[in-house]
């Protein structure tokens, strides 16, 4: 017998793919998204699709999933982001584990990026494996700044087939999110005890750089790798200089 499952995604002026998004979850009992405020037509997107809308003003991820994991009953979740969809791949091998009724808390699931020109497959980017389908009450969410972390409470097993993400509309919006990443994680960096300043802004975005330039091979992603390399190590550069300039700003 096919275990229920609900879709979730958290919103907010998601228009962009969210069509597409919600689609891919067109398999699932029901979907429900919950939305912080959306300006743009996210809601009736969503209504579209037959997804029950949930309004929230934006608390933080892990507050935002507390407030909306009590409110579902079916057996399994499939969680995505605004910004994704699910391969058909993925969508089929999804649909038959919740006939199998396997022993297992949840699956890990490998997602494609795209990037300026190409989804990425270096770069640390590919296979970026996350805990996205699990058994309703057998999981753990953290964050680390402004990303949530789904963890298993159980045994957890991987699936194939891709969660396909499409991460910014354009080199703007990139800068927009690591302008808002990186006060996000210099509070984090302030909240943990760690100093900033010059050299460790320094030293701490070529090390970014070189990770993912070099150690995680992103020079074979073209100008994607080079860019987003670049990228890495203007957002760390930004974090620790900013931990610097609040300690001073707060004297």
Known sequence: MRETATGLVLTYNGERILDKCLQSLDFCDEIIVVDSGSTDSTVEIAEKHGARVLVNPWPGPVKQYAFVLPQIKNDWLVCIDQDEYLSDELRDNIIKKLSANEPVSGYYVPRSSFYFDRFMKHSGWYPDYLYRVFRNGQVKITASGPH????PTGKSEKLTGDIMHYTY???????TKINYYAEVGAEDLRAKGRKGGLTRAL???????????FLKAGLLDGKAGFYNAVAGFFYTFQKYIRVEETKKWGE
């Open 203 to 213: 030293l701490h975005g070529w090390m970014k750089f070189i990770k993912i330039y």
């Open 148 to 151: 949530q972390h789904f963890a």
């Open 169 to 175: 509309e354009s080199f703007m919006e990139h800068i």
